[in-house]
Nanobody, 120 residues
Framework: VQLQASGGGLVQPGGSLILSCAAS????????MGWYRQAPGKQRDLVAL???????NYADSVKGRFTISRDNAKGTVYLQMNSLKPEDTAVYFC???????????????WGEGTQVTVSS
């Protein structure tokens, strides 16, 4: 499975960005896609995930501001980021894998990161 992410950039606080991630290859091996982020000097953290059936999971820090969606026909997942804050600045990574049950995620595939910078 290959993941191609796009859409990062520089935005002012309060602004919006959309990230997209297209999966290709053996997409039958995945039933969940999403985004993680890593700020300088910090660990990589979950941002949002979405399963093939549309079930979503968000980090508390982005609930109400970020929305994850997917187009199964295109194998693409989107992250709409609104009301961006400086603390959202990070490298964002697209990931894909398999969810077991409702809460056990095994993310085996990772795309190259895309930088999101929120600054005035």
């Amino acid at each position: 499975v290959q993941l191609q992410a796009s859409g990062g950039g520089l935005v002012q606080p309060g602004g919006s960005l959309i990230l997209s991630c297209a999966a290709s290859g053996s997409i039958g091996k995945i039933n969940v896609m999403g985004w993680y982020r890593q700020a300088p000097g910090k660990q990589r953290d979950l941002v949002a995930l979405i399963t093939n059936s549309g079930t979503t999971n968000y980090a508390d820090s982005v609930k109400g501001r970020f929305t994850i969606s997917r187009d199964n026909a295109k194998g693409t997942v989107y992250l709409q980021m609104n009301s961006l804050k400086p603390e959202d600045t990070a490298v964002y990574f697209c990931a894909a894998g398999w969810v077991f049950g409702t809460s056990i995620y095994q993310m085996d595939y990772w795309g190259e990161g895309t930088q999101v910078t929120v600054s005035s």
